[in-house]
């Protein structure tokens, strides 16, 4: 299936047919080229997560964590938040070290620009039904008391309102 110049299989590579030797890079080069691409490649980032979701959990979250680890620009927060939110189910064991790079990522100064912050709530909210230590599910809920406005704001994005939303109604 042709996109533009380019082939549908090779913008979007399907992990799950890569000898598990492959997994990790590939997931790196997909997330850089995510990053790369302007304006970021969500769709790319996320197809990738929900491909992802049937792999090793032990060699994906590792890989995904050194990626965001590296020089944190707003387009990788925004990439990794992406696939994090497509490849967490409230199945997921969600690695607790991902969990609290995602809030600190939130919490930083300056906040996050709109998209990447858009990109957090959604991370943050496929991680809080979860698999979680119960400190970080109410480090995640204070967050979303936090936006509250925006659960409120009819200028937001649905799928926005509807995460903060379903956070804040859990308790």
């Given at each position: 299936m042709p996109d533009?110049?380019?082939?549908?299989?090779?913008l979007?590579?399907?992990?799950?047919?890569?000898?598990?030797?492959?997994?990790g890079?590939?997931?790196?080069?997909?997330l850089?080229?995510?990053?790369?691409?302007?304006p970021?490649?969500?769709?790319r980032?996320?197809?990738?997560?929900?491909?992802?979701?049937?792999?090793?959990?032990?060699?994906?979250?590792?890989?995904?964590?050194?990626?965001?680890?590296?020089?944190?620009?707003?387009?990788?927060k925004?990439?990794?938040?992406?696939?994090?939110?497509?490849?967490?189910?409230?199945?997921?064991?969600?690695?607790?070290a991902?969990?609290?790079?995602?809030?600190?990522?939130?919490?930083?100064?300056p906040?996050?620009?709109?998209?990447?912050?858009?990109?957090?709530?959604l991370a943050l909210?496929?991680?809080?039904?979860?698999?979680?230590?119960?400190?970080?599910?109410?480090?995640?809920?204070?967050i979303?008391?936090?936006?509250?406005?925006?659960?409120n704001?009819k200028?937001?994005?649905s799928?926005?309102v509807?995460?903060?939303?379903?956070?804040?109604?859990s308790?």
């Amino acid at each position: 299936m042709p996109d533009g110049p380019h082939n549908f299989k090779t913008l979007y590579p399907d992990i799950r047919r890569l000898p598990p030797d492959q997994v990790g890079a590939a997931i790196r080069s997909t997330l850089q080229t995510a990053s790369s691409s302007q304006p970021t490649d969500m769709d790319r980032a996320a197809l990738l997560g929900t491909k992802a979701r049937s792999l090793d959990r032990s060699v994906i979250e590792p890989e995904v964590a050194d990626f965001a680890s590296q020089s944190a620009s707003p387009q990788k927060k925004e990439v990794v938040a992406w696939f994090l939110s497509a490849f967490w189910t409230p199945d997921s064991e969600p690695d607790g070290a991902l969990v609290r790079l995602l809030c600190d990522w939130f919490e930083s100064a300056p906040p996050p620009a709109a998209d990447v912050r858009d990109a957090l709530i959604l991370a943050l909210a496929a991680a809080y039904p979860a698999k979680i230590d119960p400190a970080l599910k109410q480090k995640i809920y204070r967050i979303f008391q936090s936006l509250d406005s925006i659960a409120n704001q009819k200028r937001q994005e649905s799928v926005i309102v509807a995460a903060v939303q379903r956070v804040l109604r859990s308790k």
